[in-house]
């Protein structure tokens, strides 16, 4: 009887013994997880105040001023506003580069789907990439080693201002290919933003909840869109709608809309970087780094 007193007792405390602990520690590990997701949800929120400030007084600031050089049906004259327009270097550029990239990083952090934010480490990837290669490797100084190991885009992009007239036309006998993204380009982008992706997601999110076998798909759509927007924009920045054609790239869209104020704003912005000698507005399709690295040139007030 004693025995089976004591075992009864034993069977009796030991659940209680065990299992409080374990209950206290499943209650801890939810209310962490539950406070990680508002916390999440918090950052999230926060988009809204850092978009309207970087978005619309920052890259947008100058669509919101109505152009002389605006055709009826809505595009921009870019030949009228070439000739016209003086550039000078936006203020407080730098701020707002911050803002916009902080933006974009919280969205990245946010409980967004796991694909969208994919897409936006993309866009980073290219909008950083563009940047860096026309700034540093197509605008190299002679001589340099830079220069010598970019020397075929170096080449092709110095003689491509070269052939850049004044109202952005071009001369006769330049060459093409300093105008369209080619595949390989295309295909090497991909390449690259997969990896960089890969790389911030398992150092700075350790995996996170991030499905890594859609990083390529995401890239590629980027790549897609980046290519399709350059091909377009920058043909219609140097007037050669409808007398160019290449079959090395992706092809020139005729129906992408540039009767918006957002294309209006990238063929502005990108008329100011010849304008300026090639020592601004670096990025053609994908704004931002110019502000942060305080290399973006807006239109003169005046």
Not at 33 to 38: A, K, Q, V, Y
Not at 159 to 164: C, Y
Not at 241 to 258: A, L, M, N, Q, S
Request: aromatic share 12%; with cysteine; net charge positive.
């Amino acid at each position: 009887d004693r025995m089976r007193a004591h075992t009864t007792s034993v069977r009796v405390r030991c659940p209680r013994s065990v299992g409080r602990p374990t209950q206290k520690k499943a209650a801890e590990a939810e209310s962490e997880t539950s406070d990680e997701i508002m916390l999440r949800r918090v950052m999230f929120a926060l988009l809204v105040v850092p978009v309207a400030f970087a978005f619309v007084s920052g890259p947008r600031q100058r669509l919101l001023r109505p152009l002389p050089s605006v055709l009826s049906d809505g595009r921009l004259d870019v030949k009228a506003l070439a000739v016209e327009a003086r550039y000078e270097k936006k203020p407080f550029a730098r701020v707002m580069g911050a803002a916009y990239f902080g933006t974009m990083f919280l969205g990245i952090a946010s409980p967004l789907p796991s694909f969208l934010r994919l897409v936006l480490i993309q866009y980073a990837a290219f909008s950083f990439f563009e940047y860096a290669f026309h700034r540093w490797c197509m605008h190299a100084p002679s001589g340099t080693v830079r220069d010598k190991l970019f020397a075929r885009w170096n080449r092709l992009h110095v003689q491509h201002h070269v052939d850049t007239r004044p109202d952005m036309t071009m001369v006769d006998g330049y060459n093409y290919k300093g105008i369209r993204f080619n595949y390989l380009t295309s295909r090497l982008s991909v390449v690259i933003g997969s990896l960089i992706s890969i790389a911030v997601c398992s150092i700075f999110f350790r995996g996170g909840d991030f499905v890594l076998w859609q990083t390529p798909f995401a890239a590629a759509l980027v790549a897609v869109y980046h290519g399709v927007l350059w091909n377009k924009l920058h043909v219609d920045s140097h007037s050669l709608e409808g007398d160019i054609r290449w079959d090395d790239g992706i092809p020139y869209v005729e129906k992408v809309p540039t009767s918006n104020r957002y294309a209006r704003w990238l063929l502005t912005n990108h008329v100011g970087h010849h304008a300026v000698g090639g020592k601004g507005n670096y990025n053609i399709v994908f704004p931002g780094p110019d502000h942060l690295a305080g290399t973006f040139y807006r239109l003169a007030k005046n």
